[in-house]
């Protein structure tokens, strides 16, 4: 069954992918000459939400067979609530598209929810017995609401980027231009970080060092990327022999403050090699190169679909992270609000958009500000879903 | 101030600020004829914040009605939250360390200033505290600065509209009659269709749904500040109970917080771990590197109550109450109280038996067993022997001076000053008696106390909860759904329609989900003949 589960889970992965070239073709309505522009974009779009909604129905098999597998639902640790974030992404995305039938958000909010869903692949995916804590069914009503209400403001980043791409001049370089296309290297290192992080893990790439941390303990750590920062005073032990090639400073503090810094490291070189490579292939900005392609897109309505997101993913998110999760928390740790990090993160997400409605219905924050505000937003939720799991530990550092 | 009032050219009286006449929409500040939009926000109704702006109340007012200010205070709050963030709280760093040195030594020159910046302790911070009452403060003024004003406006609102109102709404257009054009009950039908209220008035028509949306942010702020108020409720005394309580396995204790009316009794602790070897867990068990996980953790706990008045320096009379398993998700609830299992100590020091020996013999003279918790003054062994029990060192360690001492009341490491009575010695030998340790502190003793074993039992750690705060909270937090809901899911929609000579005039407005309406709309003039207005916002550009 949990074999089942995960080649259902690769079906859906290659399906969301096709789904997304679909969606893509259906914006080059200008160079298929056979049928009018309309017609050509209805009918590929139509192909492409098929696809999208076969996908989904792919992943939403995977996550029932798991949850039979598992015998609790999916939603346990980082590998399975990152994937159900993705599935949440295009479960929103298809309510989307059932209102306002367009096809260029289906371009932007695919790939993403795919990368979101590859960067999950990275988290070791055994099926975990669920500690003490966990034991509630409301596990499954805070998590799986949380997560849906983050997949419904992430489509407001895909509106947002969309407006973006289509509206910021490109005719020279500006502040904006510089952030649309840190975004694509975001995104991009994203997937270096993945394709090195699997990659070398096919290889079988391993190294242990040992070092000293603050406790004047002696501990080990493995690295499975190449170590290009090694530990302070860290000693080789066993595995690859490459590197390091120099030490992480020690005001870096934290067990595994070295083999973290090395990751980015790797995810940030591996995105700019291959930002790089794009850029030279394209000769120009990958905002300016897909501008084009947006020329028939009606900005006001991406413009509206940003804030639609918003509308309906914030009720649903401040019900999931914020008071179920509150009423969950008084019955598994006897209060309801301790200012653990996930939960102060929550909080942080919903001022967030809370002053994103306020600037957008009182001070007409609408356009370009307003898009830029949705990226703002996904960016903080990635924070609470990669940094404050990863980084920051805390009660919810489950996996 | 009556003086001011503003009298429409329809009649209507408004109060003073008013920009848009509340009964009949005639602009009556700027100039008529001009092209531009109305500004529609709250209806151009007097708010007074934008009217009155001399006293030192007026300022007050207006800055904290300001949505401006509304949005920098939750910025900054964001801030403020995040940063708490980067190092663990106080409350969050390991039980015993110090945190004038923890934060320096686990996070080094940052940390210090984290530490100096008090940072530490951040969300219990005066600063933060300032600014959570500043929103709320924002809340309720910027709240009631146009919520009256705007309940005002949409009550009073009139069917016929004044033509420079109509004229300048985002969609307005002009539809000259013709034969196949629908008349005015046949509009009326296709605007009811679509779930609009309808309202005539000499052969002119009002069309508007949803109102109610327009509440939804004073409820959902209603619900903020009942929820910032069940917030300020802990700090008053009796409505807020947070205790520990270890228990032990067999023991009855008192529930602290309970005002002595509760007692419970540990029938006994229970921790289980997930099978190593089980095949759906297997690999996730051995990836984590952890020798078990932790599958559950329980007290068998029995509830008591106690009946009647407590006579002092007597047993309490206890009646049972009831029976629960109490486990993590799984508190022990009665009578607004709730029992926690938090933690536990497994194999605690119970008690510790030794056999009193002649040192020459080896023979034992007796043995006794000594409860930890409470050891007696003296245990007889019968024939002239007795081991009297000089001082007791439940958590023994040596002080500065070192003098025997104890650092804690749990029997950690237990030591004894035992005077051992014999008949040869009828004045006692002195022995000092620790775990593996035995002493002679007054000289060569003919008699020796030799351990034998001791008894262990598992102790609960469990937290009693008292929030006689929650209803408030969650009557707060319901009202908030329901306004956040309620104001996000639905739109408010008007149409306005006019007929004058042969044309009919429609316009209309929406406060959110202009896509929406233009659909909406698009339906209704098709089913109409009338002309689809234009979006006069677009046709500027």
């Known amino acids: ?399 | 101030m009556s003086d001011k009032n503003i009298t429409c050219e329809c009649g209507h009286i408004n109060p003073y600020g008013t920009e848009i006449c509340e009964v009949c929409g005639k602009p009556l500040q700027g100039d008529l004829e001009s092209k531009k939009l109305l500004n529609m926000r709250y209806e151009g109704s007097a708010r007074r914040s934008q009217t009155y702006k001399t006293t030192i109340i007026d300022k007050i007012w207006n800055f904290f009605s300001s949505v401006k200010v509304g949005i920098w205070i939750i910025v900054l709050l964001l801030v403020a939250s995040a940063i708490g963030t980067i190092f663990p709280q106080e409350m969050y760093i390991p039980p015993l360390s110090d945190p004038t040195v923890y934060y320096k030594e686990q996070y080094g020159v940052l940390g210090q200033l984290y530490y100096d910046l008090g940072f530490h302790n951040l969300y219990g911070s005066w600063w933060y505290m300032l600014l959570i009452a500043a929103l709320g403060l924002s809340l309720i003024v910027a709240s009631l600065d146009r919520f009256v004003p705007l309940y005002r406006s949409l009550k009073k609102q009139r069917v016929i509209r004044h033509e420079s109102f109509m004229k300048r709404q985002k969609y307005f257009g002009v539809t000259e009659m013709k034969e196949n054009t629908a008349n005015l009950q046949e509009i009326k039908k296709a605007l009811e269709n679509k779930r609009y209220h309808v309202k005539e008035e000499d052969g002119h028509l009002f069309a508007e749904k949803n109102r109610f949306s327009r509440w939804g942010p004073y409820v959902n702020h209603i619900g903020l500040i009942l929820f910032l108020i069940g917030g300020m409720l802990r700090f008053f005394p009796g409505m807020y109970v947070d205790e520990v309580l270890w228990l032990r396995e067999g023991e009855t204790e008192k529930i602290k917080g309970t005002e002595e009316a509760y007692y419970l009794q540990s029938d006994g602790f229970i921790l289980e771990t997930y099978d190593n070897n089980d095949e759906k867990f297997k690999n996730a068990i051995e990836e984590s590197g952890q020798a078990a996980v932790a599958k559950n953790y329980q007290t068998d706990a029995v509830l008591y109550k106690q009946v009647g008045e407590r006579i002092a320096g007597t047993e309490p009379k206890l009646e049972k109450v009831k029976e629960h398993p109490i486990q993590v998700n799984k508190p022990l609830k009665f009578d607004g109280y709730a029992v926690y299992q938090v933690d536990y100590k497994l194999n605690e020091l119970q008690s510790m038996s030794f056999t009193m020996d002649n040192k020459e013999t080896g023979e034992s003279v007796g043995d006794l067993t000594i409860d930890l918790y409470n050891p007696d003054k003296s245990y007889d062994l019968e024939s002239g022997y007795r081991v009297e029990v000089m001082d007791y060192f439940p958590d023994f360690e040596f002080n500065d001076e070192g003098e025997p001492t104890t650092k804690s009341k749990v029997p950690n490491n237990p030591a004894f000053i035992l005077n051992m009575v014999s008949p040869t010695h009828p004045d006692g030998e002195v022995a000092f008696v620790a775990i593996k340790q035995n002493l002679e502190p007054l000289g060569e003793n003919d008699y020796k106390m030799s351990f034998q074993n001791v008894d262990t039992k598992n102790v609960s750690g469990l937290v009693v909860r008292k929030d006689n705060t929650l209803w408030i909270l969650a009557i707060g937090g319901a009202i908030f759904m329901i306004g956040v809901i309620q104001g996000m899911y639905w739109n408010h929609r008007r149409i306005w329609i006019r007929r004058k000579e042969n044309d009919i005039w429609l316009s209309s407005h929406t406060n959110k989900n202009w896509y929406g309406l233009k659909r909406e709309l698009e339906s209704i003039t098709s089913q109409t003949g009338l002309q689809m207005p234009m979006d006069q916002a677009e046709q500027k550009k």
């Open chain 1, 1 to 399: 069954m949990a074999q089942l589960s995960s080649n259902l889970l690769y079906v859906a992965f290659f399906i969301y992918f096709a789904a997304s070239i679909v969606f893509a073709i259906s914006l080059f309505g200008r160079k298929w000459r056979k049928s009018d522009e309309e017609t050509h974009a209805r009918k590929w779009g139509m192909w492409g939400f098929a696809l999208s909604t076969v996908g989904f129905l792919f992943q939403l098999s995977y996550f029932i067979t798991r949850w039979i597998a598992a015998g609790h639902a999916p939603v346990s640790n980082l590998f399975e609530f990152t994937t159900f974030f993705g599935m949440a992404m295009v479960f929103a995305f298809l309510i989307i598209y059932l209102i306002y039938r367009s096809n260029v958000i289906g371009v932007f909010a695919m790939p993403v929810a795919i990368i979101v869903i590859a960067y999950a692949s990275v988290f070791p995916s055994d099926i975990q017995p669920l500690i003490p804590a966990l034991q509630s069914n409301w596990l499954k009503i805070h998590v799986t609401t949380a997560a849906l209400g983050e997949g419904i403001l992430s489509i407001s980043f895909a509106a947002g980027l969309v407006y973006l791409v289509k509206t910021v001049n490109q005719t020279k370089a500006s502040k904006s231009t510089f952030w649309l296309e840190f975004v694509m290297y975001s995104l991009i290192s994203t997937i270096a970080f993945v394709v090195l992080s699997l990659g070398f893990e096919a290889a079988g790439y391993s190294t242990t060092y040992q070092f000293i941390d603050q406790n004047e303990q002696q501990v080990t750590v493995d690295y499975t990327l190449p170590a290009l920062a090694g530990p302070n005073n860290g000693e080789y032990v066993s595995g690859n022999e490459f590197g390091p090639l120099f030490e992480t400073p020690g005001w870096m503090k934290g067990e595994k403050a070295a083999h973290k810094l090395n990751t980015l490291i790797w995810s940030m070189v591996g995105g700019l090699v291959f930002y790089g490579l794009i850029r030279l292939i394209l000769r120009r900005r990958i905002g300016a190169a897909i501008q084009p392609t947006l020329k028939n897109v009606n900005e006001e309505l991406v413009d509206e679909i940003q804030y639609r997101a918003v509308a309906i993913g914030f009720p649903v998110f401040t019900l999931g992270a914020l008071i179920f999760a509150m009423i969950w928390a008084q019955a598994a740790w006897t209060r309801f609000w301790g200012w653990d990090p996930k939960e102060v993160w929550a909080l942080v997400t919903f001022l967030f958009y809370a002053a994103y409605l306020h600037l957008r219905l009182s001070r007409g924050w609408q356009g370009e500000k307003s898009a830029w505000l949705a990226v703002v937003g996904f960016v903080i939720i990635m924070l609470n879903l990669v940094v404050v799991n990863l980084v920051i530990s805390g009660l919810h550092s489950y996996a």
